[in-house]
């Protein structure tokens, strides 16, 4: 059975609302061909919500941007792709534009650059509306409010009268998703739709989706990396790999029986918010191929723990596997019944964590490494023109107090601008806090002498969140790695190029490595060269702010135990600043949940995790997709309203209460008064477990 | 437990075989020598040094007028060049006027390269007043014409029309736009996490600057410096001119053009061969800048025509 007969096989003979057939996409670039997509072949049948997963370049947006006619003018495009049973490949320009937005309509990552700035968005929704039906201009606004409405936008009527800018991230993709299903189209493709956007705001854009299918009736392709927001939302998912489909199928038998190591590999890597830290991540060897000049043979087995000779020699076609099931791989039948754990962690290691127990809970008793109390840092918003006057403040941090003991991890976890980075340059003393004292063993920092400074910089260094602009780009790896231990006069003493050399290759390096320069690396290793920068001193603390969040899941995985391994074996005390709450559940021992510059809830992770107490921590476990098709529809969810209100006008009483759904639904007039006009105080509930919240009430969400 | 980690990240579709590390002079070298057009005007800028500063050793005539030599002769064997009216041997001028030209404008681009980009690294580094003070500094020289100034000042200076005196007194006025663009580009720099990964390493303020913001700023700079090159030509000829600069019996390439304007086309012996130099070495100067450039920054492709 070839390949297309497969599909079709597996599809059934129902009428598909997009086919596509033998897909090939190619860029000429300066130094050759590059094959983005390799003989892409799938079908979409009516109202049906079909994922494709995939990694950074696997090619899973290029080929949705070739369906929809947007590729760039070089790129080279065969095969076939119909719409409806139209083919759209090759189309003119302008009956192009029938088929777009009638029949078959995208949403793309970035909502902030697909929204014309200078329009109001119900001129940008009307205008959809009236490029393919004979309506008049009231009709079509009148259609705009109810659009608006229908993705869940409140108070539409005066909402269509907003500029782009007056509108939040989740708002503005919600206008997209409402542009989008403004012409009831067959077909929507969301491209990493919500990949920009905060978890809990995530929540609402993905809601908005399902009730845009709902609504029209209309198929879904939903692009993503994210395996947890697959897992929610779709019937049908297909894995993407070095430009081809490498495995296809209905969502719980790709997530329950994976025939293809990629996925399996993607599945292990991923850490999930419902596993605790005992269960140590199977990160997939190596990186992705280059697709200038695929190797002959499957593009994974290089990487694929379960290669032989044959993978090398010949690629494997897709084929069923079992109902409506396809992969690519010669060898799908020995993945039956096997864990991520079992094929990719190689023989000789443990599976699980070390001892199996976490890492031993430091004795209470145990005077803290680290301290933070109360600190406080505004930054100013100055009027534009000459005299620059003090307008207002950024209220980033207000009152954060931490304890981080030896030998632990303590992740600050919060949405984007709750302050969470901030609070960790403040420790580190790269910023100077307003107010509060951090005190490093008992010294307070603030009151330390430059030069008494620069020597506790030995023992707390930072690794930072974009591998790609924390390395210098005019400086070797060596040189990048050795510039701490030069700074602080200890270069020879430490032994010199040997000791950057042990360096690399505690980070998992070569000494070849050395020589080169930071652009000539992979994210994952960038990140690791970063992270051999900040052992270099030999430092007991490691702020890490968003370590693994730009890198894919997969390279992720192998950064997040290389930090577990370096902390077991130097005894590293870690600060996680993190807005992924699965790696939070996966590294950290204790938690400190940030909202708008405040400490909400704190305690032992398994505890803060199993058991919320907070509304907003609530909100934020249960906003986080889970790998795991049936436990994802079967999950409770707690939806907020809303978006995060502005730092520099903060709410009275509990910042919390715009947007919380006790607040709005539970609470009594008199019980909402005193969230209003009194701020909750960070108490303890059970020792070590601290909730910021009048009402506070334990809910087990994961 | 590195042999395992080795796999997650070691084996990746950037290496290939690894290889033996290199001074990074040698990389720089390397890669400049992949650059043709550098490489041919770096040639020929030694060829024009080598005549400037050799040349007169082995020639008979100096640039200084001579009983000897016949007044406003046509090119010949005994002069290839011509003479001038006043008797002077043309080759013998164009030696010593290149000479004379390449010291002004290489002195003056060193000088102004290095206090523009400091300056202008330093204000942008530090931001708030001190850059307000020194920046305002900058818009005041900005603001005041060049020639000018330079023309009033060298008049006034003692040495002002020698060499070096003249190299002096166009540096000083002329760094400042350099000093605009690297406050541009630093700016923008501290912001990336390289820096503050420094100053978490503990870095000082002059490490970072010098270490990380001025490497870093390379390209800019140098096309700066490579445009100034021609403005110190330019500004030294029109000094010469106005009588402020290098003074007859010396003389320079623009000295040579000005002397020359009116005979462009009856005698262009005169006229050619100094004007003809200065576009030249502006030339050869704006190649060898791309090839720096282009050497200086590890990301450039290392493929090129």
Redesign the interface.
Known sequence: MTAEEAVAGAVGQGGAVLRIEDLHVSFPT??GRVRAVRGLSLELRPGEALGIVGESGSGKSVASLAVMGLLPRGAQVSGSARVAGREVLHLGDEELSRVRGERIAMVFQDPLTSLNPVYTVGRQIAEAVRAHRAVGEREALARAVELLAAVGIPRPEERVRSYPHELSGGMRQRVVIAIAMANEPDVIIADEPTTALDVTVQAQVLEALEAARRRTGAALVLITHDLGVVAGHVDRVAVMYAGRLVEQGPVEEVFERPRMPYTLGLLGSQPRLDEGRSVRLA?I??????LLAPPPGCPFA??CPMAEARCTEEEPPLRATGDGHLAACHFAERLEGRTPQEVFV?SG?PGARHGAAPSPAPAPSAAPLLRAEGLVKHFPVRSKGVVRRRIGDVHAVCGVSLELREHETLALVGESGCGKSTTA?LL?R?LVPDAGRVEFEGADIAALPRAE??RL??DM??V???PF??????M?VAEIVA??LR??GLYRERGGAADVERLL??????P??????P????G??RQ?I?IA?AL??RPRTLILDEPVSALDVSIQA?VI??LE?LQE?FGLAYLFVSHDLSVVRHIADRVAVMYLGKVVETGAADRVFAAAAHPYTQTLVSAIPLPDPRKERRRQRILVRGDVPSPSAPPSGCRFRTRCPKFAAELSERERARCVEEEPPLEARVPGHLTACHYAQERALV | ??E???????????GGA?????G?LRTIAARFARHRPAVASLAVLAALALFAFAGPLLWQWDHTVSPDIPSSAEPSGAHPLGTTSAGNDVLGQLMRGVQQTLKVAFTVTVLATVLGSVWGAVAGYFRGWVDAVMMRLVDVLLIVPLLVVVAAVGGNVRGGTTWYGVALVIAAFSWTPISRVVRGVVLSLRE???V?????????HA?IIL??LL??A?GPIIVAATLLIAVAILVEAAMSFLGFGIQAPDVSLGLMVQNAKTAAFTRPWLFYPPGLTIVLIALVINFIGDGLRDA????Q?M?RG
């Open positions: 300066e130094d990160p060897a190596g990186a992705p191929p280059t290089p990487r190689r290691e340059r580190l790269l400074l620069r910089r030995q260094q930072i930072f969140q974009d602009a924390s390395l210098d780009p005019r070797t510039e701490p700074i602080h290759r505690t980070v998992g390096l070569g070849e490595h050395a020589a080169r320069y652009h000539e690396f992979s994952g290793q690791r970063g920068r270099a001193l192998g135990n290389l391994d074996e | 437990m590195s395992r980690i080795t796999g997650a990240g070691g084996a990746d579709g950037t690894a290889p033996a590390p290199r990074q990336q996490e390289f503050e990964a420094a100053r978490a390493a503990g870095a000082s490490r270490r990380h490497p870093n390379a200086l920054d590890p990301r492709a493929v």
